[in-house]
Structure formats: structure tokens, C-alpha cells
């Protein structure tokens, strides 16, 4: 007899925690409606999601990237491992290599008028590391066109 009660007065107590439990978590989801950071610390809460700090907690850079080094290369052999192994042979059929059919055995230097059309139709465009403004340096072509030609001309 006494078990009999204690039964219903657990079922009871569990059906009445449960109930409370729910309109506790309802009401902080209704509160939290439009703020998607609190919806889903609230979710990861209810889901039991814990959360790991993002860093380790010690503070030596080199320990750190070696850290960090070895995570990742852990992951890619992981995965790696995981994948069956390539069909070589099917790769080779899906994409077969094209025969050469040119070669590339003879060039003919630029001459100095075609580095100078070249550098003139190019666009005027600079940046702050270049060493000197791209403007001034289609101005000054005539006394400069040595330099960028030789360059080209360099093996």
C-alpha cells in the first residue's frame, strides 16, 4: 500500500516538475523572441550543448601553433583515412591527358616598340607600394623603356 502511494505521489511530482519545466523554458523563449544570441544559448542549454572555450588555456605562442598544427593535421588524416581510396584508374578514363601537340621551344624577344605599346595601352593603375605612380611612369616611357624592356629580355 505505502509503495502504491509513493508511486502516485513520484508520478505526480514528476508530471508537476515536467510542467514547470516547460512553462519556465516557454516563457524564456517568448521573451527572447527576436534575439537570435539568447535563442540559441537557450537552445544549446535545453539540448545540454556544452560550450568549449575557444582557446587553450595556456599562453606560450610556439606551444599554441604547434597545438594548432597538430589539431589540424589530426583532422585531414582523420578524414582522410575515413574516404575510400581513389579509383585511379577511373580518374585516369574521366580524364584522360590531351597529347602535346606544341611545344614551346623558341621565343621571339620583344622589341623595344612592342614593350612601349604594351605598357601604353595598360591601364593607370597604381598602388601605394609600387615605386613610382603608374602615370608618371607611362610620362617618363621614352627615358625609361630601357629597364622594363631588359627585363623582358632577361633569361
Known amino acids: 500500500m505505502h509503495a502504491q502511494a509513493f508511486d502516485s505521489a513520484a508520478k505526480a511530482y514528476c508530471a508537476d516538475s515536467d510542467k514547470a519545466n516547460s512553462s519556465y523554458h516557454n516563457k524564456l523563449i517568448t521573451e527572447a523572441v527576436g ?41 585531414v588524416t582523420t578524414i582522410l583515412s575515413s574516404l575510400p581510396p581513389p579509383d585511379l584508374q577511373t580518374t ?37 607600394l609600387d615605386p613610382i605612380p603608374t602615370d608618371l611612369f607611362k610620362a617618363s616611357l621614352p627615358t625609361l623603356l630601357p629597364a622594363p624592356t631588359a627585363v623582358f629580355h632577361h633569361p
Not at 537570435?36 to 606560450?60: E, G, H, R
Not at 606544341?102 to 601605394?128: E, G, N, R
Open 35 to 75: 534575439n537570435q544570441a539568447t535563442l540559441c544559448k537557450i537552445t544549446d542549454k535545453l539540448l545540454y550543448n556544452s560550450t568549449f572555450p575557444v582557446l587553450p588555456s595556456y599562453a606560450p605562442p610556439d606551444t599554441l601553433t604547434q597545438d594548432f598544427s597538430e589539431f589540424f593535421t589530426d583532422k
Open 92 to 128: 585516369s578514363e574521366l580524364f584522360p591527358e590531351p597529347p602535346a601537340t606544341s611545344f614551346l621551344s623558341d621565343f621571339t624577344l620583344l622589341t623595344t616598340s612592342k614593350v612601349h605599346d604594351l605598357i601604353k595601352k595598360s591601364p593607370i593603375k597604381s598602388c601605394p
